[in-house]
């Protein structure tokens, strides 16, 4: 075991998956030489040469478009947009195409690629450094959706992705890139080096897409977060005292149904929690399935935390990113009901 | 205040509408012969001039002359009659058969029928095409079965596709054809990538993007052009100029820039204009190309330069948007009768002969025709299953998908 960030265990996941198939090619903005802004690709391009990792051009369409005709020649190519906000024009080929070619060709073609990009805000990124797009992903059928919150499950569930014979967007929360974030903007950033879920295997292994984990265990009320907010959602824990479960989903799309109802059916509540924008959130479809398979068990509304329904703004960082005292009063809110 | 005049929005015009004399005079043909062949590896700046010119081989007495000449031996290229004659008989049932309710849409390829047929003979075994809806030449050409494509047509119970498809978006992997998609451009730049795995690989195969003039101005045109440049992959941009998008004229796509080709200038690519309705010329042009390509010496620009004959699909009608005459005045005529014409001059085919092999083609296709019909059609007979709606969405089917299958009542 060693001790990474998430950018080395991303790293590590994309050395290891070069080294184990020859198919596997990395490239995007940056990515090349200089080793990508997040240095999520340093040393890959030294070490496996210049067709094996390289930059492209700015042009998202471009990089997705090309992944997916390598994938339809027999290559697995890992690509990065270099941040997620900047995902759009590539969204015709990864909603058109990528999701769609092996139904659309009964199998014939089929396009196993992985797109990167560093997502979530926390970090003054405002309106197109901050976005998380993930719903947008979530109601593309033939994509998967995976948003890690932790080292351990970046490289394990990366390695899944490039693995993959499906399309799967892999979106990286870069608040949690050098260590875990619960809101707390106000007080110093603890490294991965102090977190359990920084020791990393330094081999290969895997974390299946569609499985959920319990970061803890509750009998109050379910929280249902991905990414950075598995992290929000546990300090709020602490604070209010709360008896919650707290469900970490990694995959959104397979999603693991199967732990949320059996944590909802156990605690009657449930509050879900996202940084993306409200309205038609990936928390809606969370809240209607707890809905439709936990009704009887429900003891009061399901009740969401979410970015405002408003662009991403600069100044007002902390009075946009749902932290640790909102989500603590949605906690209070569900108990009281 | 200012001195300046108002300013005008340019919106450009057809020459001629509905009701006008058809006037093909702007568009200026290079005589058969009349441009150079030049070296396979030739820098692109040399050759600019090839960008706005076209490449010919037939003239108008049906001889083939000048450096682009004698690639095809009498054999190859009486099976490119053959070929071109099929799709244009494949064109005529399947257009009929939608007229009858047996489809609920098709896509002719009448006037272009020697771009992809001559194409597809230059490549080999192997190389990738990444086609549009109006290149079923490319399937023809390699022997694709005509069954299956009717049966992908029909919809039926026999369809490759398993009725997740339109009509004429074919996918076969062994006849080097990828999966069409209704998104037009997507495909042109995966070309590119498909070209640029086969580089990384270190392999031999090439690809061919295919585009019409209307989608050029799409984004992913631009980026395929960039990314085929700054990786030298070895692909093929066609971009098939049948003068028409639905109802929009080529000026709107091409705007100020000449021609199509022109377009490849500013990404330092070899850009060559040829004849679209010369089986010799565009198979020697795709020739030219594609051992470019496989000597590792990068991606080449072609535009074919032809006219759209047929409506754009079944659900348009030309009349309402140009001269119904035009097509007969377009100044490169027709590809099926220029290269009858040619193989007459030469001795190797007739009227009668001709008049024949008419006649059979037109039975294969409708033997072709009878069998697709007995595995069913769109509203008639064998169907796919219900279950195929929910299958080949995952490698794997996710337990969300099969909850709904099963509530669909499989």
Known sequence: MARMTMIEAVRSAMDISMERDENVVVYGEDVGYFGGVFRCTQGLQAKYGRTRCFDAPISESGIVGTAIGMAGYGLRPCVEIQFADYMYPAYDQITQEAARIRY??????????????????????????????????????????????????????LISAIEDPDPVMFLEPKRLYNGPFDGHHERPVTPWSKHDLGEVPEGHYTIPIGKAEIRRTGFAVSVIAYGTMVHVALAAVEETGIDAEVIDLR?????????????????????????????????????????????????????????????????QEWDYFPGPLRVGRALAEVMEA | MTDNAPLSLHVPEPAVRPGGQPDFSNVKIARAGAVARPEIDVAPEDIRDLAYSIIRVLNREGQAVGPWAGQLSDEELLVGLRNMMKLRAFDTRMLMAQRQGKTSFYMQHLGEEAVSCAFRKALEKGDMNFPT??????????????VTMMNQIFSNEADPLHGRQMPVLHSSKEHGFFTVSGNLATQYIQAVGWAMASAIKGDTRVAAAWIGDGSTAESDFHSALVFASTYKAPVILNIVNNQWAISTFQGIARGGSGTFAARGLGFGLPALRVDGNDYLAVYAVARWAIERARRNLGPTLIEYVTYRVGAHSTSDDPSVYRPKTESESWPLGDPVLRLKNHLIVKGVWSEERHTQAEAEIMDEVIEAQKE?????????????????????VYAEMPPHIRRQRQKAGY
């Open chain 1, 104 to 157: 659309r060709s009964n199998g014939d073609f089929t396009c196993p690629i992985v797109i990167r990009m560093p997502t979530g805000g926390g970090i003054f990124g405002g309106q197109t450094h901050s976005q998380s797009p993930e719903a947008l992903f979530t109601h593309v059928c033939g994509l998967k959706v995976v948003v890690p919150s932790n080292p351990y499950d970046a490289k394990g569930l």
């Open chain 1, 251 to 315: 995959s959104l799309l397979p999603l693991d149904l199967d732990t949320i109802v059996q944590s909802v059916t156990k605690t009657g509540r449930c509050v879900v929690v996202h940084e993306a924008t409200l309205t038609s959130g990936f928390g809606a479809e969370i809240v209607a399935l707890v809905q439709e398979h936990c009704f009887y068990h429900l003891e009061t509304p399901v009740v969401r935390v979410a970015g405002w329904d408003t662009p991403y703004p600069h100044a």
């Open chain 2, 133 to 146: 809806y109006r290149q079923a030449g490319l399937l023809i050409a390699d022997d694709y079965p005509l």
């Open chain 2, 372 to 392: 697709a019909e007995e595995h069913g059609t769109l509203h008639a007979g064998g169907r796919p299953s219900v279950r195929d709606i929910f299958e080949g």
